[in-house]
């Protein structure tokens, strides 16, 4: 997988990324990690890449010239051509707004499947329309709260693609078995060393060694957790099974 990150706070980017799994996935070269500065590209003499809104309103616009020259560089360093002007996008391009469909686990699953993938972050007030209608295919919103820009929302896309890509979990079992991987429910909470710990017991069930018992107590755990702390995806769930 390569990444594309078109943004004006590269160093960011980088560094979030640089550490830990992805880190670690990327010194492996199982995800490539590159990013392009919009202010590289700015079209004036001050290095400025924003502009008031036309009809008024509050805060600045990035512009639309930035934008696209750094997404041609970016297609560029994928060893793409300029983009025909029939409009086809050859790449995925993500763009990070409040604005997008809410990110979920099966939108990671689907950006797992292609070979590259180029994420735009807004700053600002956000960015000119028609550049985003010329080069974006995906807006995707990482919750439904206002960040400072889209950079944060594209790490936290970026890493939940990565650990799907197989070889960047070392535990291949980890992705496969929790919170989202489980039909529809929450993990169930786990416990290690030691069996008590401030007075507070690990639950008898699992020092037993009876491995059905411990499923059942497992699945019934990841019941209540949904039930508790989400109940919009616990009715989901029971939706989906028939259970109303
Ligand atoms: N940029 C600003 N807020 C955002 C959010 N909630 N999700 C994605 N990008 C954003």
Same mark, same amino acid.
């Given at each position: 997988m390569k990444y594309e990150v078109l943004t004006i706070f590269p160093d960011?980017?980088?560094?979030?990324?640089r550490t830990g799994v992805t880190g670690r996935a990327s010194?492996?070269?199982l995800i490539e990690l590159d990013t392009v500065n919009i202010r590289d590209y700015s079209t004036n003499s001050y290095g400025s890449i924003d502009g008031y809104t036309y009809g008024g309103g509050a805060g600045m616009l990035m512009q639309c010239e930035p934008v696209y020259q750094a997404y041609l560089e970016a297609l560029r360093r994928l060893g793409k051509g300029e983009p025909a002007d029939s409009g086809t996008k050859p790449v995925r391009v993500v763009y990070l707004t409040p604005t997008g469909e809410v990110f979920r686990q099966k939108k990671a699953e689907e950006l797992a499947n292609e070979?590259?993938?180029?994420?735009?972050? #807004?700053h600002y007030e956000?960015? /000119?329309e028609r550049v985003i209608d010329e080069i974006v295919t995906d807006r995707?919103?990482?919750?439904?709260?206002?960040?400072?820009?889209?950079?944060?929302?594209?790490?936290?896309v970026m890493d939940a693609v990565a650990r799907l890509i197989p #070889?960047?979990?070392?535990?291949? /079992?980890?992705a496969e078995t929790e919170s989202f991987n489980t039909g529809g429910l929450l993990e169930y909470p786990q416990y290690t060393r030691p069996d008590e710990w401030?007075?507070?017991?690990?639950?008898?069930?699992l020092l037993s060694g009876d491995h059905a018992r411990v499923d059942n107590y497992r699945m019934h755990e990841m019941r209540r957790v949904t039930r508790e702390h989400r109940p919009d995806l616990y009715e989901e769930y029971m939706k989906h099974r028939g259970i109303n």
């Open positions: 960011m980017v980088d560094s979030a990324f010194g492996e070269g070979k590259e993938l180029i994420f735009l972050c #807004g956000g960015i /000119d995707i919103s990482i919750g439904d709260y206002v960040l400072t820009g889209g950079e944060i929302a594209a790490l936290a #070889g960047v979990l070392k535990n291949e /079992d980890s401030h007075g507070r017991k690990v639950p008898e069930v």
